[in-house]
């Protein structure tokens, strides 16, 4: 059983109308990481605020993060400034950004009892404050996306504590102790559809799932510990909110991309930089709006790379509902004459006869 988003009204902006399934020529365009550390503006603002955690709870810092880089840009979207990990930290484990490196989550559960993890609302309300604030000083023109991590992605951190190459010690766990983890997933999807749905009632006009780790599973394991979780959370997000659509973005799910874009019910998918845009656009039903999937390194590089990428992107998906944006998030020394290239080329009118 699948619910599908409502179509789009006249009075939507082009993002949120192409998630409806409108097709826009050209297509809008934002980035994934577009408020961070590649903009000279964060920087300051995180140096003289001291720390990442201390920017994203305060709603003020946050809202003026989310709109840093629609005053450069004009893009089409403003995604709310905050973090994957905010769940986590809400359920209770301890989390930490030491400077330049990545978090830390304490104690990770690979060592400790995670029974009855259940969210601390105080965490999520202060995350609902910047969503209002965003919304309330946006243009109608731009859509405001909430997101949330995956419960795959969430795990693997949790789990092992910070960041992994391979995310093995949850890939062991999953196999060892399946219904430990099936527990720990099911506490996930609950905090994600009180997180998302607090998201939206604050004025998120749609959200995106960030699944960056879901390349790491076998075709079983991405059935269970991927595609079953992320179907749960739609189907009881599209019964909570009709009107609302979900993205989701499975990064490296490679070949498995078409059961999932099938099977969980996310009204758009996020490509990674690793597919190939033809390809994805003969295994994907013909009216689904995509998302992405420029290289970053390609916009790290700029010039003729970043020229012919865009070309090629764009002439693939040029029948279908297509959201222009990175197949990942931006690296942070991309030049910003890059990212306003990159602006011009997406609204240039495409060249005609260039599909390879
Ligand atoms: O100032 C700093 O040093 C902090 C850098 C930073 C930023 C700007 C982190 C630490 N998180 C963020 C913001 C962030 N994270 C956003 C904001 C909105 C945007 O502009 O896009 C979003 C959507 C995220 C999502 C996120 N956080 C993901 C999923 C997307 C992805 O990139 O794969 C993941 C995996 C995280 C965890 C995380 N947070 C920060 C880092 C460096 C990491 C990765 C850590 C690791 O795996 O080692």
Known sequence: MTVKTAAATPHDPPLLAVLKGEHRDPPPVWLMRQAGRYLPEYRALRAEKGGFLELVYDADAACEITLQP????????????????????????????????????????????????????????????????????????????????????IATYMVNGHGSKDQAETRALAYRDPAAFQSLIDAIVKATVIYLSGQIKAGAQAVQLFDSWA???????????????????????????????????PKGAGAKLAAYAAETGVDAVGLDETLDPVWADSVLPADMPVQGNLDPLALLTGGAALEAAVTRIRTAFENRPHIFN????????TPIAHVEALMELVRAPLQTGTRA
């Open 215 to 249: 390349g790491s599973l076998s075709p079983a394991q991405f059935e269970r510990w991927v595609i079953a979780p992320t179907a749960s959370i739609v189907s009881q997000l599209m019964a909570l909110h009709p009107d609302t659509p979900i993205i989701g973005f």
């Open 326 to 333: 990175l197949g990942h998030g931006i690296i942070k020394e």
């Open 70 to 153: 629609l005053r450069r840009f004009k893009m089409d979207g403003a995604i709310l400034f905050s973090d994957i990990l905010i769940i986590p930290h809400g359920m209770g484990q301890h989390l930490t950004f030491g400077p330049g490196e990545g978090p830390q989550l304490s104690p990770p559960l690979a060592s400790a009892d995670w029974q009855g993890l259940t969210p601390n609302p105080e965490y999520f309300d202060r995350i609902y404050a910047t969503v209002a604030k965003v919304r309330a000083a946006l243009d109608p023109s731009v859509t405001m996306l909430g997101f949330a991590g995956s419960p795959w992605t």
